[in-house]
């Protein structure tokens, strides 16, 4: 169902692992995904382990966004 909607694509390489651990960007992404928000391009990341070029960048940064908008999550600058 999530893959039928999009939600789950699986990976670059076309390949689909449901036995590996789904990590944190990935579940950012796929929330974005299930509710139509779109990536973020922020100039600097706000998180020390993922910076401009990371794959799920623009994913994190419009989660972030809207977080600290909501005064839900503080997230220092």
């Not at 995904?33 to 973020?40: M, Q, S, W, Y």
């Not at 401009?52 to 503080?74: C, L, R």
């Amino acid at each position: 169902m999530m893959y039928n909607a999009g939600v789950v694509t699986g990976f670059t390489d076309g390949s689909y692992k449901p036995n590996e651990p789904t990590l944190r960007e990935q579940v950012v992404g796929m929330i974005n995904t299930l509710i139509a928000r779109p990536e973020n391009i922020a100039p600097s990341s706000k998180f020390g382990d993922i910076n401009t070029s990371h794959w799920a960048f623009g994913n994190i940064e419009a989660a972030s966004q809207i977080f600290m908008q909501q005064g839900n999550v503080p997230i220092q600058e």
